[in-house]
């Protein structure tokens, strides 16, 4: 069993992502465990403060230090001690499908979802060092994230999706972007299913698949292209995609 806990202030963002989907039949199933932990419940105030005035002035309030810190402390103790932990941060390493089959592929994961103007710096410094976003923009908290990064990661571990060859396909799982998908009628307001799909002949799929996925990355991601050392095949197949689309060279 793979297990999961997440460092929030506000778990009712997050728990419908554990009660519904993927990662719903992941937990009724036994494959994941989820423990939703709040820094509320480690303050000594009658108030049970969480946030404090930043030093040097500025707009906003910061998580201070020691609720989150016990908080950690306390989730961590019922995980596995090879768990990943990383706190989700606009400032982080950017998430993608290669981490997320790094993360699913260990025992454990710990997230910390910030609020307000941010965590206390010494949460990063001291306590928990990986830092994970999802690009280049700003949520008001972490907990959005860390339900993309769950779901990213739960329907990766083995025995969650129905199919596992479903995961293998995904776009990113080979650098790609995803080809086309198609499903019944086979014809709609005048559109039909390419012929190649309903022929039955595997091997014509499984090449105008391939040559799909390439030429959607060419058009929409080229630098994933770029990065890529690609087969002879790969080249023959793109080069053909471009004449179909009549797109000059590469």
Known sequence: MFQLAVISLLPELIEPVFRAGVVGRACERGLLSVNLVSPR??????????????????PGMVLKYEPVRDAIRAARRELPKESAEFVLSARGRRFDQSMARKLAA?????????????IDERIVTGEVSGE??????????????AA??????????????????????????????GHPQYSRPETVDGMSVPDELLGGHHEAI????LKQALGVTWLRRPELLERREMTPEEQELLQEFMREHKVEGH
Not at 160 to 172: F, K, M, N, P, T
Not at 206 to 209: F, G, I, K, N
Request: glycine share 16%; no cysteine; hydrophobic share 35%.
């Open 206 to 209: 499984r090449r105008w698949r």
């Open 148 to 177: 993309v990064v769950i779901d990213a990661v739960a329907r990766l571990l083995p025995g969650v999706l129905g199919h596992e060859e479903s995961a293998l396909r995904d776009s990113h799982m080979e650098g790609l972007l």
């Open 106 to 118: 260990g025992s454990g994961l710990l997230l910390v979802a910030g609020r307000y103007e941010g």
């Open 41 to 58: 419940d480690f303050t000594s105030d009658r108030h049970r403060t969480t946030d404090d005035r930043p030093y040097g002035g500025g």
């Open 132 to 145: 994970l976003s999802l690009g280049d923009f700003v949520l008001s908290g972490g907990e959005l994230a």
